[in-house]
């Protein structure tokens, strides 16, 4: 009996001194705790799927492809390179290319050429890329290819293409026309219905020819708008489904504007007639904004500017509007430079999350998604084989969402094991522009060694192949969060599987105390957290929004504005968890009229002269407004400010017509409804017209609105403002902004 008991001993031993394994020990899991994570707003970093892309000769054979040849007017040799070293350089996981198939218009492909189309892909795959396809038949001029040839061409690219669907983004439908952009050809007049059976069966042959997960980009919206109104089959069409289009079609539907801001209605994007009515350029661009897909996510929207800039402008405003609001995810870098150009050298103010940047860097960061991780709470530590729940909270600060399928996994890495868990029930692609939240996930473990694990998100490609290359995965817009060698973002790196040996639970609650008002300051005090560790720090919130990360137990809040306003605190801890929130405490901050201006008053709103029935300002001279959205039009005074409320639409004028050689500055006490109206309007006075936000203060910074009043002071003669001969002051409001501005006087200083 005790040589019995002696070996079991022995053998207890040896076990307690494996690693210890799934389901063998049972920890109890520790309560969920938050973490928040810090935004990256200004950095340009590169996402796969998305942002600025350069063109190149995919197909790069001359005895196949014409345009890979030096004879050809335009060429360049950057545009063979298989490398893809310009693209690269530029930060770019996109490239475009042509399948230019203008020696085979009345006959097949030869496989020389799907072999190098092939090789040409692959070679995309090798760099970290992917693509963009467009198939054209002419450069330049009308192209009349019969519906059977380009029904026989789809045959024959359909293979290439489904074995090569893993770094194709999407096709543009091309085939139709000059450069493949629907226009020279006998088959997309939209307003000819004898044309609109034959572009509706090559759109459902392209569909049903090619994987469902590559989308496809139509030229104009007008013909996206007339596949939709389709309720019976096309004329001999032998396509599956009836040759109807399904909902899985639709979703991949998306638009591709070649004319970006070229004009008005982009260069004939928006204004051409159809045999099924009349649809003003508002009309159409309202159906672009409102494109969804079946399940909530946005669909795929690019193109390129092209040689014309009537409908772009010096202060960025309508390109901004337009794309944010269109929800685009890529559009060419090379062309046209007059319009990127103009991106390049409009300097953008800060604005809500945004940096002082130049629209072009704005818009290379915000082209497609921007997802940034706000908080995630899930267990400290948890059991090998046990639940283990997931929530977080995310911003999307781009203009559009994820376009293609992606999955999400939670990964636990200890540096030696590697344990990818799928969050199956999210769906990045619903994750759209604004706040998104991904709802509590409750996952089973994996069999597990115990031990301290890093806790990471990983978005990686849908296509299994692509997945051990980190190029492909997404990077979220935190800072301290990306790890580029494996291709995900680290949520935490002390997650415990097992007993709890280090900092697994989050600080207690504070106890904030009762607030002090002292005008427009709000001093806070609250009790000190408590933490099995330490705690780190806290966070104050003022109506929600993070406003201080104080490492004492005090902080005055200063320049708040009137109103009541609720705080709450929290404390951190050196694992990054966050307690629960303190009680909620209320300030007050009362009104505060500002003092009158001084210098010369061109108008303080005090209701003398009555604003806009007196038609006079404080010199007596004419004043007015219209297109409005308050007051008739004309803008209210109310407590003794005007407030323009406008909606892409408004004019306010102030005659001044006296000599201002005796003053310097040009001084507008103004706030925002939100913040950052500055681009939303134009102020001119003695011949100089500017964006508010792009008049150039002392010290060389610019205007830059806010939800406080704040006197703006403009230097006229630094602004080429005429002082001996300043005439009218007017403002206009036709910028693409929605918003409100309440102006408490305009002086001269």
């Known amino acids: 009996m005790k040589l019995l008991k002696g070996r079991a001993a022995a053998v207890a031993a040896a076990v307690l001194a494996l690693p210890l394994l799934g389901p063998a020990v049972h920890a109890e899991a520790a309560p969920p705790a938050t973490v928040a994570y810090s ?14 892309h350069n063109r190149y000769e995919i197909i790069n054979d001359p005895s196949v492809n014409d345009y890979a040849s030096n004879t050809i007017p335009g060429f360049n040799p950057d545009m063979l390179d298989r490398t893809f070293a310009r693209a690269k350089a530029d930060g770019d996981t996109l490239i475009h290319s042509y399948v230019h198939l203008d020696k085979y218009q009345t006959t097949d492909l030869p496989p020389a050429l799907l072999t190098n189309l092939d090789s040409g892909l692959a070679a995309i795959r090798a760099q970290g890329l992917k693509i963009v396809l467009r198939v054209a038949y002419v450069w330049d001029g009308y192209s009349a290819v019969t519906e059977p040839q380009m029904e026989r061409h789809i045959d024959q690219l359909a293979p290439v293409l489904a074995a090569n669907a893993d770094v194709i983004m999407h096709l543009e439908a091309g085939f139709f026309g000059a450069w493949g952009e629907w226009h020279e050809s006998p088959y997309t007049a939209a307003s000819e219905e004898s044309q609109a059976p034959v572009r509706y069966r090559l759109v459902k042959k392209l569909l049903s020819s090619t994987p469902a997960s590559i989308p496809v980009a139509i030229r104009y919206p007008i013909f996206n708008y007339e596949f939709a109104q389709r309720t019976a089959p096309p004329p001999g069409c032998p396509l599956p489904d009836n040759c109807l289009l399904t909902t899985q079609d639709f979703d991949r539907l ?40 079946s399940t909530g996510g946005n669909k795929i929207v690019g193109g390129e500017t092209c040689n014309a800039s009537g409908g772009n402008d010096a202060a960025g405003v309508n390109a901004q509007y337009e794309l944010s609001r269109q929800h685009w995810t890529e559009i060419n870098e090379d062309y046209a430079a007059v319009n990127t150009d103009l991106w390049k050298s409009a300097n953008m103010a800060a604005s809500g999350n945004d940096p002082a940047e130049t629209l072009f860097t704005r818009i290379k960061r915000k082209l497609g998604y921007r997802l940034r991780l706000v908080d995630a709470t899930f267990p400290p530590q948890s059991a090998a084989g046990g639940a283990f729940t997931f929530s977080a909270h995310l911003a999307n600060d781009g203009y559009a969402g994820i376009i293609k399928p992606r999955p999400v996994y939670l990964v636990f890495d200890d540096g030696t094991h590697r344990y990818n868990v799928p969050l199956n029930g999210v769906d990045p692609r619903t994750w759209r522009p604004g706040n998104v939240t991904v709802a509590t996930q409750t996952v089973t473990l994996p069999a597990m060694v115990n031990g301290t694990y890093r806790l990471a998100l990983w978005l ?10 980190p190029a492909y995965s997404v990077r979220l817009a935190n800072t301290g969060t990306w790890d580029a060698a494996k291709g995900y973002n680290v949520l935490s790196s002390t997650v415990t599987i097992g007993a709890c040996t280090g900092d697994c639970a989050p600080p207690t609650a504070p106890a904030l105390a009762a607030p002090v008002v002292n005008g427009t300051s709000v001093s806070l005090s609250w009790s000190g957290a408590t933490d099995n560790v330490g705690v780190t720090g806290y966070r104050v919130y003022r109506d929600g929004t993070q406003v201080a990360t ?5 902080f005055t809040d200063t320049g708040v504005a009137a109103g009541a306003h609720t705080y709450t605190v929290t404390a951190r801890d050196a694992a990054g968890f966050e307690s629960p929130a303190s009680n909620a405490v209320t300030a007050t901050v009362a009104v505060v009229t500002p003092p009158p201006p001084a210098g010369l008053v061109l108008d303080d709103f005090d209701g003398t002269p009555a604003y806009p029935s007196a038609a006079q300002n404080d010199l007596h001279k004419w004043t007015g407004g219209n297109c409005f959205l308050n007051g008739g039009g004309n803008g209210v005074v109310s407590g003794g400010a005007l407030a323009l409320q406008y909606n892409n639409c408004g004019w306010f004028g102030s005659d001044v017509a006296t000599d201002l050689s005796a003053y310097t500055y040009l001084v507008v006490r103004i706030k925002g409804a939100a913040g950052g109206e500055q681009a939303h309007f134009s102020l001119s006075l003695g011949g100089a017209t500017k964006v508010f936000g792009d ?21 006229m003669t630094a602004n080429g403002i005429n002082r ?22 305009i002086s001269f200083q």
């Open 724 to 745: 001996a001969s300043p005439s009218q002051l007017a403002m206009g409001f036709w910028y693409g902004g929605s918003s409100t501005v309440t102006i408490d006087s």
């Open 39 to 52: 935004g990256d707003y200004s950095t340009v970093f590169t996402n796969p799927e998305r942002g600025f």
């Open 254 to 293: 998306g638009f591709h504007d070649d004319c970006f801001l070229a004009d008005s209605a982009d260069m004939g994007t928006y204004d051409q007639n159809s045999w099924l009515g009349w649809f003003d350029v508002a009309t159409k661009k309202q159906w672009v904004y409102d494109m969804a897909t």
């Open 695 to 715: 008049f150039t203060l002392d010290g060389g910074g610019h205007p830059a609105i806010t939800t406080a009043y704040q006197d703006v002071r403009i230097p």
């Open 550 to 554: 104080p490492a004492g137990t005090s």
């Open 460 to 469: 990686p490609d849908q296509a299994s192949g692509l997945r051990a290359n």
